[in-house]
C-alpha cells in the first residue's frame, strides 16, 4: 500500500514496496469494494484520535477480530477476523451503510495482506485491547463442546431482527414497523433499505428475548391483507448504529440526532399526525394476524403515505433528478410513461440548459422512491439513467406566455395516473423492469400477429407471445430489458381501435 510501514514476524520493520503503481487511483472511496477478499481489512480515513476499541467494534458484530494493527500518522488500520466470510459479510454491509466513527465517514476495502503479521512487543496496547474484547465476547457465547463458536454471537442471541418484506403492494414505512414490533417490546433503533428490490429493516430490542418473541408471532404474517408479508430472521448484527433520525433509520432513544443531509426531520406535529393514522394498524392481539379486512385497505394505505392526508406530507421528496438522458430522444411525454409505472407523475421538466437532465414530480415520497430504486441504473434510448432525489419540493412551471420549447410539461390532471383510485389493482403489479411485459385491455379483434408486428416494432425483437384465457391480457417477452422499457414507453396507451387503449406494465412472469 503506497509503501505504508509494516513490522514483519522477526521485529524487523521495512518498507513494502507500493504494488503495481495503481493504489493511488485505490485510495479514493469509491474503489472501496476492488480487489479479492481477504480477511484482513484495510479501513481509511480514521479520525486522530480514534482507538483501537473502536475500530474492532466495527467487525465484532460479523464475527471474532484476530487482529488490529494501527497506522496512527496515515489515519489507517488494518483489521483482521477470523474468517474471509466474516471479511465478505462486513464489507457487504458497510458498502451499502456508510460506517462512521465520530461522526465521520470511513473506508473499508479488502487488503492485499491475508493475514497480519504483527510483532506482539511493537503491538502489545492492541493486543491487550483484543484480549480484553474477546474475553468478553467468549463470556457472551455458549461453548459448543469445549471450543468457543466462531460467530460473535449465535444469532438466537440477538435482539437484531432482520425483516424483509414480501408482496409490498402497499409502502411500509418505518412508523408502520414501530407500530407493530412495539408489542413484543420496546424497540429502540430502525434501520431501513432496499437490497435486491426488496424493503429490508433492521430492528433493535432492548432484550433478545423481545426478538424472540416478536420473531415466532409475526414471521409469515401479512400486515395487510394478502399484502406485504414479514420474513423475519436474527440479525448477526448485535448493536445498530444509527446516524440520523428520519424517515429511513431512527433511535427512538436519541431524539437528539441530526437529520441527515437533505431528510427533513421529522416534524412532531406530523409524527403524531402519523402516529395517529398508523394506529389504524393496531393488531388485535399480539398473535392475530395482521391482516386487515379490505374496508380498511384504503385506511391503512393512507397511514402509509400512499394517499394524500390532509395537512401531512407523504414525507420524503416528491422530486427526482435524472440525469445521463439521451437528450435527442428524450421528451417529458416518454419520461411521464416510463415514470408513470412506479407512480403518478404530476410534472416533467427537462433542463434547458443541461438537456440530459431533468426534474419529475411525482404525487408522494413513497412514489418517487418507488422509482428511483426501480429505475436508477436501467438503460432508456441506449444510456444508463441515473436517478436521484432531488432537493427540489416542486416542479415550476414555465410562467404564462413564456415558451421554454415545450421542455416542462403538466401533467396533473393526466387521465393516464394508475395510482389514483385507492386499492386499485395496479398497487399490487409494480414490478421492477423485465423483459416480460403485461398487457391488458387488448379488444376482440386484435391477434397474436398484430401484437407481435406492433411490438416488433419498436426496434426489439419479441421472443414469446402468450394469451391469457379471456384474450384481454397478455404475456409478451422482448430479447431484453431495455427493449422492453422502450416497447413500453412507445406502446403504453396505444390505440387499439374500438376505443381501446393497450395498458402495458412489466411483469414478474417469465412465458
Known sequence: ????????????????????????????????????????????????????????????????????????????????LATEEAAITMVNYYSAVTPHLRNQP???????????????????????????????????????GTTVSESAVTPAQSPVLRIIIDNMYY??????????????????????????????????YGDPVNAQQAKLALDGQNIYNACCTLRIDFSKLVNLNVKYNNDKS??????????????????PAIAAAFAKETSLLA?????????????????????AGRV??????????????????????????????????YGDVQRVKILYNKKDSALIQMADGNQSQLAMNHLNGQKMY?????????????????????????????????????????????????????????????????????????FANTGGTVKAFKFFQDHKMALLQMATVEEAIQALIDLHNYNLGENHHLRVSFSKSTI
Open 283 to 303: 393488531v388485535p392481539g399480539a398473535l392475530s394476524p395482521l391482516a386487515i379486512p379490505n374496508a380498511a385497505a384504503a385506511a391503512a394505505a393512507a397511514a
Open 308 to 341: 394524500g392526508m390532509p395537512g401531512v406530507s407523504a414525507g420524503g421528496n416528491t422530486v427526482l433528478l435524472v440525469s445521463n438522458l439521451n437528450e435527442e430522444m428524450v421528451t417529458p411525454q416518454s419520461l411521464f410513461t416510463l415514470f408513470g409505472v
Open 382 to 454: 441506449g444510456k444508463i439513467i441515473r436517478v436521484t432525489l432531488s432537493k427540489h419540493q416542486t416542479v415550476q412551471l414555465p410562467r404564462e406566455g413564456l415558451d421554454d420549447q415545450g421542455l416542462t410539461k403538466d401533467f396533473g390532471n393526466s387521465p393516464l395516473h394508475r395510482f389514483k383510485k385507492p386499492g386499485s389493482k395496479n398497487f399490487q403489479n409494480i414490478f421492477p423492469p423485465s423483459a416480460t411485459l403485461h398487457l391488458s385491455n387488448i379488444p376482440p379483434s386484435v391477434a397474436e400477429e398484430d401484437l407481435r408486428t406492433l
Open 250 to 267: 431512527r433511535d427512538y432513544t436519541r431524539p437528539d440526532l441530526p437529520s441527515g443531509d437533505g431528510q427533513p426531520a421529522l416534524d
Open 106 to 144: 470511513i473506508y473499508i476495502q479488502y487488503s492485499n495482506h491475508k493475514e497480519l503479521k504483527t510483532d506482539n512487543t511493537l503491538n502489545q496496547r492492541a493486543q491487550a485491547v483484543l484480549q480484553a474484547v474477546t474475553a468478553v465476547q467468549t463470556a457472551n457465547t455458549p461453548l459448543s
Open 1 to 80: 500500500r503506497r509503501g505504508f510501514h509494516c513490522v514483519s514476524q522477526d521485529g524487523v520493520s521495512h518498507r513494502t514496496p507500493a504494488t503495481n503503481g495503481n493504489d493511488s487511483k485505490k485510495f479514493k472511496g469509491e474503489d472501496k469494494m476492488d480487489g479479492a477478499p481477504s480477511r484482513v481489512l484495510h479501513i481509511r480515513k480514521l479520525p486522530g484520535e480514534v482507538t483501537e476499541t473502536e475500530v474492532i467494534a466495527l467487525g465484532l458484530p460479523f464475527g471474532k477480530v484476530t487482529n488490529i494493527l494501527m497506522l496512527k500518522g496515515k489515519n489507517q488500520a488494518f483489521l483482521e
Open 171 to 204: 409502502p411500509v414505512t418505518l412508523d408502520v414497523l414501530h407500530q407493530i414490533f412495539s408489542k413484543f417490546g420496546a424497540v429502540l433503533k430502525i434501520i431501513t433499505f432496499t437490497k435486491n428490490n426488496q424493503f429490508q429493516a433492521l430492528l433493535q
